[in-house]
């Protein structure tokens, strides 16, 4: 460690950090996968049955933000060059918030239960929050400030922004009153197109050209790509906001900065598959599958947003919403989540493995 | 002292071609072309594990006094690495396609964190540090070849 800079070069935390993260995530996602099977159709016809709302969470919080907060656990330190600090006991308070938190909001949402929605708001909050601020901690220390880590901060604050948009729907739900439905839109898009969109965007600038050997990304897009996603995310949700008095300018206004958003995600999305057809590993790679499927929904989903803009049949069919959610959630982040955990998870076993005290050297290797 | 730190990285991105080179002939289990490519890999990372342990380090280490830091860490990763490259010269030797594929894999995602913690921490703290060095130490670097 030098004391200075807070800068480590050490080797990454103790496995027991991330992998705490990485294990209960695909246990998170079966449960989504159970309550969809169980509930059959029923489960994906309207945007607010409980149901819905429950598989929604199980997968957003369980499956992608659990990967998500493990995968940083681990990354900070070898991206970065600052861990986070005091690890085992952050990593432990954390997972455990998180995982009261989502059994109990799922619950709550399914059985349409008050108090344990409440439960759920604290424990959720105290989790999320005590993981933004270490990682804020972490990222502000950063050796040097590259595109990754812009997109990296930007990610934690956007996670904050969606939290406290939650906190508030929670309320209607723990105490029956209404919410407006905008501030449930905003919420979502702020967990999706930034908490989620934005990790992602930030950590392919690194990973796609590393480990799946591609060219690099263009510059220009690595200066400006994750900051105009965030401004736009501010425009677009004070626009959506002041639509709601029902102005027919700011129903323009709102929609060009959505259709802006779209588009910009298509573009991460193109530029990304056409990087992965210049791939110099020609040998096949399941990672690069999964990433490549995500890529396709993503865009799928953006143009399909823009189109539903300018084309009022397709907004008013009933199945739209239903369709960009799952493109959104399952086709892009749930596949793009799964192609980094099917790398890093079996190599921090190696690792593990590799140094633990007196193992023989010859180590199994990952396939 | 960019000049430096280009170079070396340019070495990382050599090498990572023709990492890819070695795997695909292991791939369609072409033995004698695998076996020189694996070769030419392993010399051009050896080269450039040596620039780092034999120049770059030492003088990083000598001008901050920093021997137990930053630097013992990528030698112990060096180490690793070393370790994998002659396993995967064995897998050659034994025709053993699947054996290599996992080594190879494994070896991937250990180089390229190894690669992402010298660019993005290492080299910028050697660039503060020995700014004033940088064509005595390129020098030396590039006296040491293949
Ligand atoms: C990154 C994290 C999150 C993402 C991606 C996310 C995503 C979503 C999505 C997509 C919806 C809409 C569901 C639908 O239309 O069926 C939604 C609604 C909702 N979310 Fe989240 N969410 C996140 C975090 C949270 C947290 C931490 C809480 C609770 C503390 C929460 C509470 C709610 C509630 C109560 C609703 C329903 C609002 C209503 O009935 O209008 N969300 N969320
Ligand atoms: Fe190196």
Do not use: Y
């Given at each position: 460690m030098n004391s200075k800079t807070g800068l480590s070069l050490t080797q990454a935390p103790p496995i027991s950090v991330p992998l705490r993260f990485f294990l209960t995530a695909p246990l998170f996602g079966l449960a989504a996968a159970i309550l969809f099977f169980w509930f059959g159709p029923a489960a994906i016809e309207t945007?607010?049955?409980?149901?819905?709302?429950?598989?929604?969470?199980?997968?957003?919080?369980?499956?992608l933000l659990m990967a998500i907060i493990g995968a940083m656990m681990q990354m900070l330190p070898v991206m970065v060059g600052s861990p986070l600090n005091r690890p085992r006991v952050l990593s432990t308070v954390v997972h455990v918030f998180l995982c009261l938190g989502l059994l109990a909001l799922a619950c709550g949402f399914l059985f349409t239960n008050k108090i344990l929605i409440?439960?759920?708001?604290?424990?959720?909050?105290?989790?999320?929050?005590?993981?933004?601020?270490?990682?804020?901690?972490?990222?502000?220390?950063?050796?040097?400030?590259?595109?990754?880590?812009?997109?990296?901060?930007?990610?934690?604050?956007?996670l904050v922004v969606t939290l406290?948009?939650?906190?508030?729907?929670?309320?209607?739900?723990?105490?029956?009153?209404?919410?407006?439905?905008?501030?449930?839109?905003?919420?979502?898009?702020?967990?999706?197109?930034g908490t989620v969109s934005l990790l992602i965007i930030g950590v392919a600038y690194e990973v796609v050209p590393m480990f799946q050997m591609t060219p690099a990304y263009p510059g220009w897009m690595k200066r400006r790509f994750t900051t105009l996603l965030f401004i736009g995310l501010l425009l677009w949700s004070a626009l959506y906001a002041l639509q709601s008095n029902g102005s027919t300018l700011m129903t323009v206004?709102?929609?060009?900065?959505?259709?802006?958003?779209?588009?910009?995600?298509?573009?991460?999305?193109?530029?990304t598959y056409r990087l992965q057809g210049q791939r110099k590993r020609r040998t096949p790679d399941v990672s690069v599958h999964f990433w490549r499927t995500g890529l396709i929904c993503l865009g799928l989903c953006a143009v399909l947003w823009v189109v539903s803009?300018?084309?009022?049949?397709?907004?008013?069919?009933?199945?739209?919403?239903?369709?960009?959610?799952?493109?959104?959630?399952?086709?892009?982040?749930?596949?793009?989540i799964n192609a980094m955990l099917y790398k890093i998870a079996p190599f921090l076993v190696w690792l593990h493995s590799q140094h633990l005290p007196g193992s023989a050297r010859a180590i199994p290797n990952m396939n | 002292m960019t000049k430096l730190i280009n170079a070396l990285i340019a070495e990382h991105r050599a090498c990572d071609d023709e990492f890819a080179l070695a795997e695909k002939a292991v791939a369609d289990q072409e033995w004698t072309k695998a076996a020189e490519l694996c070769r030419h890999f392993v010399q051009s990372m050896e080269c450039h594990l040596r620039h780092e342990e034999e120049v770059l380090f030492p003088a990083f280490e000598e001008r901050t006094g920093m021997?137990?830091?930053?630097?013992?860490?990528?030698?112990?990763?060096?180490?690793?690495?070393?370790?994998?490259?002659?396993?995967m010269e064995e897998s050659i030797k034994n025709k053993d396609r699947e054996g290599y594929l996992g080594q190879s894999e494994t070896l991937l995602i250990l180089m390229q964190q190894h690669n992402m913690k010298e660019e993005n921490i290492l080299y910028p703290m050697v660039q503060n540090a020995l700014r004033a060095d940088q064509d005595n130490i390129l020098a030396k670097i590039k006296s040491i070849a293949v």
């Open positions: 945007r607010w049955s409980p149901v819905t709302l429950a598989i929604t969470h199980l997968l957003t919080l369980g499956f409440i439960i759920s708001m604290p424990s959720l909050a105290a989790g999320l929050l005590l993981f933004a601020g270490a990682a804020s901690t972490s990222l502000m220390r950063a050796a040097t400030i590259n595109a990754t880590v812009t997109g990296m901060r930007l990610s934690v604050a956007a406290v948009l939650a906190l508030i729907v929670s309320t209607g739900h723990a105490w029956s009153w209404h919410v407006p439905k905008t501030i449930t839109n905003v919420h979502m898009t702020w967990g999706l197109v206004l709102a929609d060009l900065a959505s259709s802006f958003l779209a588009l910009w995600l298509l573009v991460f999305a193109v530029i803009r300018l084309w009022p049949a397709l907004d008013n069919w009933p199945r739209l919403n239903m369709l960009l959610g799952v493109l959104m959630i399952v086709g892009f982040a749930v596949s793009v | 021997t137990s830091g930053p630097t013992r860490v990528m030698r112990m990763e060096h180490e690793d690495m070393r370790q994998l490259f002659h396993d």
